[in-house]
């Protein structure tokens, strides 16, 4: 006889992402998980008037699919700029929908054990409502970087989920001190990391290491800075070093990117003003598993961004031998040290350009088996399965 799991309930700030799916992947044969993927939809007082009277108006929808992992999702309307005690009255007849499906939800018999918010989201508002209420214990792992860019009705409501979580994991001791910093009281908080695959990782490093083919790995190009890196490459081939190629996966090379909300960037056009057609070989994406046994075929990775609550890709990299050079961008500090890489500080052109010439001359002295072994035991399947294993026990 099948003991009976433990059931999880997890509400991702964004969905499917490979880093939720994957966790949820290695506790699977322990723990019973549900997802619930929220969307907010956010009205003025004169179009939600509007879509009232023609009756278009739809406050609350729910819809509970079977998918791989059993799917909820829900959607909502928000009425920005009402008075405070219309304000109240919104919050609290969507707090009651909440309530209403996720009661029923248990009536089914699917009533969770632990509630697993991936980074504070605007379902997590109603979520914890009903958690404190049936005294469900929370844990929410943050991989973002809190930026409070507005102080409304909602957003003070949506800080109070930090407050409410039994447990606070932060990806990196980056997010903790942002957390603290602006000024967040976490009853209990640690530092977990991310999931970083090891299932495809060489047993042995053999490749040369001097081929000089450069790896650039990205999803989006926000934060992402990519101009430093045209411009450093610029600055290396005119000081005489052109022997590189360098290979960008993960970004289209026609598609138009909108960076900051405004600036249309299209990453082919790009090269050709910065005149590296020759030296940059546009991959495209590729699945996570084709990137992870891609990684063996380069002999280092570069990544000139701003902002990396973790840094997957590199931490990817380093776990499958390749030392890399990146900015000083926040969770890469975790790992990247002198043993497996070059920091260079943010917006630096001129120092990332002499960091990978510098790589370039000496990336024979890094011990490829002894840089991913390292990364392996912090953050491989069995180190971070046992983490999360504890937290889980722990909670419940």
């Known amino acids: 006889m099948n003991p009976i799991k433990p059931k999880v309930l997890i509400i991702p700030a964004w969905y499917p992402a490979t880093f939720f799916v994957e966790q949820m992947e290695l506790l699977k044969d322990e723990f019973d998980f549900k997802v619930i993927v929220g969307n907010r939809t956010e009205l003025g007082r004169k179009v939600a008037l509007k879509r009232l009277i023609f009756g278009k108006l739809k406050f609350f929808d729910w819809e509970n699919k079977k998918a791989q992992i059993d799917e909820i999702k829900i959607s909502f309307s928000w009425v920005n700029h009402l008075p405070r005690y219309i304000e109240r009255k919104q919050y609290n007849f969507l707090n009651k929908c909440f309530e209403k499906e996720l009661d029923s ?70 997010v903790y001190r942002n957390l603290l910093t602006t000024g967040f009281k976490l009853r209990n908080a640690s530092i977990i990391g991310n999931f970083v695959d090891d299932r495809y990782t060489p047993t042995e490093f053999n490749r040369s290491k001097s081929n000089n083919r450069i790896l650039f790995v990205a999803s989006h190009l926000s934060d992402k800075d990519i101009d430093v890196l045209f411009k450093s490459l610029n600055i290396l081939i005119e000081s005489g070093s052109n022997d590189f190629e360098l290979h960008i996966i993960g970004l289209e090379p026609d598609k138009i990117y909108i960076i900051d909300g405004e600036e249309e960037f299209s990453l082919t056009k790009e090269i050709e003003k910065y005149k590296l057609s020759e030296y940059i070989k546009i991959i495209g994406p590729i699945s996570k598993k084709q990137l992870l046994e891609s990684y063996k075929n380069y002999s280092f990775l570069v990544s000139t ?81 046992r983490k999360l294993l504890y937290e889980y026990h722990l909670a419940l």
């Open 105 to 174: 939800l248990r009536k089914e018999g699917w009533a969770p054990d632990l509630i697993h918010i991936q980074s504070i989201s605007d379902t997590s508002v109603f979520l914890k409502n009903w958690a404190v209420k049936n005294r469900i214990p929370i844990i929410l792992t943050e991989h973002i970087i809190y930026i409070r860019s507005r102080f409304d009705f909602f957003q003070k409501e949506k800080e109070k989920v930090y407050s409410c979580a039994n447990k606070v994991l932060c990806v990196s001791n980056y």
């Open 305 to 385: 961004s701003l902002s990396e609550t973790f840094g997957l890709a590199i931490a990817e990299a380093i776990l499958n031998g390749l030392p890399v050079v990146c900015t000083d961008s926040g969770g890469i500090r975790d790992f990247v040290d002198e043993k497996n890489g070059i920091i260079v500080s943010i917006r630096n052109p001129q120092l990332f350009s002499e960091a990978i010439k510098e790589m370039m001359l000496n990336v024979d002295r890094y011990d490829y088996k002894t840089i991913s072994d390292a990364i392996k035991i912090k953050f491989g399947k069995e180190a971070f399965t």
